[in-house]
């Protein structure tokens, strides 16, 4: 007898590599950065954001080619007709030994993405991703192999020059640091453009 399993209504992660970014990773290693302590005043061991949250616009081919991946991913996996898509706000980070990030979304905005810089070693904090709604069901069990059917977070390790593209609803954050090589990474968010949708749905 056939036997099916359908991951009904998944949250897609996109992951791929994208080089030749030295001239932006030139540039963030000069940047300030300034912690979510220094911001809000009520965290601790945080990493670093940079004040800039328009970084992409200096360097427009790059952006173009963030974009292009994104455009990769809703043409060949989501297959959506919609074809006008932007990047709004992009800053980057920067993590020191000892530091992480706090869980949080991108709220406002509909995909969002980070990218990695230089060489990552084994302590290279990994990107954290936490479940919608935190736990698949209301009973815990212990798993012989966790996996995206039972797991309620996953992490994925950073690698040089890898881009991961995410839903901005998804909660995610920093894993600790252990590293004496600072973590570098450039966020960005991305909206479509109007007009968007169908019938009464229409967003003009």
Same mark, same amino acid.
């Given at each position: 007898?056939?036997?099916?399993v359908?991951p009904?209504?998944s949250?897609?992660?996109?992951?791929s590599?994208?080089?030749?970014?030295d001239?932006?990773?030139?540039y963030?290693?000069n940047?300030?950065?300034?912690?979510?302590q220094q911001?809000?005043?009520?965290?601790?061991?945080?990493s670093?954001?940079?004040?800039d949250?328009n970084?992409?616009?200096?360097?427009?081919?790059?952006?173009k080619?963030?974009?292009?991946?994104?455009?990769t %991913?809703?043409? @060949?996996?989501?297959k *959506?007709?919609t074809? =006008?898509?932007?990047?709004t706000?992009?800053w980057?980070? $920067?993590?020191?030994?000892g530091?992480?990030?706090?869980?949080h979304?991108?709220s406002n905005?509909?995909?969002?993405g980070?990218y990695?810089?230089?060489?990552c070693?084994p302590?290279?904090?990994d990107?954290?991703?936490t479940?919608?709604f935190?736990?698949?069901t209301? %009973?815990?069990? @212990?798993?012989?192999? *966790?996996n995206?059917? =039972?797991?309620?977070?996953w992490?994925?390790?950073?690698? $040089?020059?890898m881009?991961?593209?995410?839903?901005?609803y998804?909660?995610?954050?920093?894993?600790?640091?252990q590293?004496?090589?600072p973590?570098?990474?450039?966020?960005?968010?991305i909206?479509?453009?109007?007009p968007y949708?169908?019938?009464d749905?229409m967003?003009r």
């Amino acid at each position: 007898m056939d036997k099916s399993v359908f991951p009904l209504f998944s949250t897609l992660i996109y992951v791929s590599h994208v080089g030749n970014t030295d001239d932006i990773f030139n540039y963030i290693r000069n940047q300030k950065f300034y912690s979510q302590q220094q911001i809000s005043g009520n965290v601790s061991s945080s990493s670093g954001q940079s004040d800039d949250l328009n970084l992409l616009d200096k360097f427009p081919h790059q952006k173009k080619k963030f974009l292009q991946e994104f455009y990769t %991913f809703k043409d @060949e996996v989501l297959k *959506y007709k919609t074809t =006008n898509f932007e990047i709004t706000t992009s800053w980057s980070t $920067k993590t020191e030994m000892g530091e992480q990030g706090t869980p949080h979304n991108h709220s406002n905005n509909y995909y969002s993405g980070v990218y990695y810089f230089g060489e990552c070693d084994p302590g290279t904090a990994d990107l954290e991703f936490t479940g919608l709604f935190h736990t698949p069901t209301d %009973f815990c069990f @212990e798993a012989e192999e *966790y996996n995206i059917y =039972n797991s309620s977070s996953w992490n994925i390790t950073p690698e $040089k020059d890898m881009l991961i593209l995410f839903p901005a609803y998804l909660v995610h954050r920093i894993g600790l640091h252990q590293s004496n090589n600072p973590r570098y990474s450039l966020a960005f968010n991305i909206m479509p453009i109007r007009p968007y949708g169908t019938r009464d749905n229409m967003v003009r």
